[in-house]
């Protein structure tokens, strides 16, 4: 009979940040806010007689679903962060809960466009008081989801900040714009309904639909490129990475064969570095020069004799 045999590492392998309890809290009230507003649209649509608020309140149920996502995601996080079957630990998670969450945005944009185009087509009436009602109300809770849902910046000394060291928590950001995109729709739809109420042009409804799908188009393909890059272990850090390189060949008789950085969670990089060296180093020499990068959380060193150089 096989018997199976669990390796023990030396060293817990978890890269979630701290302010992760925070967010997923966070994530949970945004929730809670959605489905009261959502409760109280339904039954207001019911008691009324009104399809725009009821039309609104399914719609914050998917708005709803959408955030159990990035919660869910904390959440599974957290439960597995110790798991030793992810290999580097579940840092990654909130990753993937961002690109599956960008899809979804998609969808939204796609299904905006196709009612926004149908409208065009075929126009119906519109009862403008109702419609500007619930879109004002849509506007508050998701500008209040916003407020909570922000991301908080975080600096670190010495860190250098450009495009490939923003270190975001891409879990959050998916909530955030998902509450964003609602809160742009809904100031879009205040400002056509206005105009068509008062200047009687109600095309503009279903046109600013459409510009409302082309703008959460980019936000969604912009989250995409972002999570799928941490997802491909694409190198996003490349400043972190030019650090390494000049910490590790700054020594004297050391050339570097191989060097790979990724992403393992938010702010935190692992790095795998190879190098030939003469006379000998141990690997623990390596990592002591590297122990002062901000974001270098594990470090793997392969050492190898150069034999081209002449040994003392």
């Given at each position: 009979m096989d018997e199976e045999i669990a390796f023990v590492?030396?060293?817990?392998?978890?890269?979630?940040?701290?302010s992760q309890r925070a967010n997923e809290r966070r994530t949970w009230a945004v929730i809670a806010l959605t489905?009261?507003?959502?409760?109280?649209?339904?039954?207001?649509?019911?008691?009324f007689g009104s399809m725009a608020l009821l039309a609104d309140g399914w719609h914050m149920a998917s708005h709803a679903s959408a955030l159990g996502i990035t919660a869910l995601a904390y959440a599974f996080a957290r439960r597995?962060?110790?798991?030793?079957?992810?290999?580097?630990?579940?840092g990654k998670v909130g990753d993937l809960a961002g690109y599956s969450s960008a899809l979804l945005l998609a969808l939204v944009a796609v299904l905006m466009a196709y009612a926004s185009v149908r409208r065009l087509i075929?126009?119906?009436?519109?009862?403008?008081?109702?419609?500007?009602?619930?879109a004002v109300t849509g506007l508050v809770v998701n500008l209040a989801s916003a407020f909570l849902l922000r991301e908080q910046p975080h600096h670190h000394p010495g860190h250098h900040h450009d495009a490939y060291a923003a270190d975001h928590d891409h879990n959050l950001r998916a909530a955030y714009l998902h509450v964003l995109a609602d809160a742009l729709t809904s100031i879009l739809a205040i400002?056509?309904?206005?105009?068509?109420?008062?200047?009687?042009?109600?095309f503009l409804d279903?046109?600013?639909?459409?510009?409302?799908?082309?703008?959460?188009?980019?936000w969604s393909w912009g989250l995409m490129r972002q999570t799928?890059?941490?997802l491909l272990d694409h190198d996003q850090n490349r400043h972190l990475a030019r650090r390494i390189a000049r910490a590790v060949t700054a020594v004297e008789g050391v050339q570097m064969d191989d060097l790979h950085v990724w992403r393992m969670g938010q702010g935190q990089y692992g790095a795998i570095v190879a190098v030939r060296t003469a006379p000998?180093?141990?690997?623990?020499?390596?990592?002591?020069?590297?122990?002062?990068?901000?974001?270098?959380?594990?470090?793997?060193v392969e050492v190898n004799p150069d034999s081209r150089r002449p040994m003392p």
């Open positions: 590492c030396a060293h817990e392998h978890c890269y979630l940040p701290e489905l009261v507003t959502m409760t109280a649209e339904v039954a207001a649509g019911i008691i597995h962060r110790a798991d030793p079957r992810f290999t580097f630990g579940t075929a126009p119906v009436t519109i009862h403008f008081n109702e419609a500007i009602l619930v400002v056509a309904l206005a105009v068509g109420k008062f200047w009687g042009w109600a279903p046109v600013m639909g459409i510009v409302g799908a082309l703008v959460i188009s980019r799928g890059a941490v000998p180093r141990t690997p623990a020499f390596f990592k002591d020069r590297l122990r002062h990068l901000d974001g270098l959380a594990h470090v793997t």
